[in-house]
């Protein structure tokens, strides 16, 4: 298994119950897929996005450090490009 960190930008219109919902999404997906999740947390509340994403001007920054086999992570990608709440995402192999 290679450790891996994902970082998602997620609506933010988002209240403190919905932000709790979106986190346990984001962790389920992972543990579905095989892997393990090692770290989950808000990175940045609110953050001005440099660029409109899909008519978004702010984002909530999650940050995800997990456990997961290579053969899983396009898996992964597909599953959280269906999640409505996921504007951006990307996952990155970390050492």
Do not use: C, D
């Not at 988002?14 to 090692?38: D, M, P, R, S, Y």
């Not at 509340?45 to 440099?50: G, I």
């Amino acid at each position: 298994m290679g450790n891996y960190e994902a970082m998602f930008i997620v609506n933010p219109n988002a209240n403190e119950e919905q932000k709790k919902e979106i986190t346990a999404q984001l962790n389920e997906v992972i543990i579905k897929n095989q892997g393990e999740v090692l770290n989950s947390a808000i990175w940045s509340e609110k953050r001005k996005l440099a660029y409109p994403i899909k008519k978004f001007h702010e984002g909530i920054y999650y940050l995800v450090q997990f456990k997961s086999e290579p053969r899983n992570i396009l898996k992964l990608k597909q599953a959280y490009t269906l999640n409505e709440s996921v504007i951006r995402l990307l996952i990155m192999r970390s050492e």
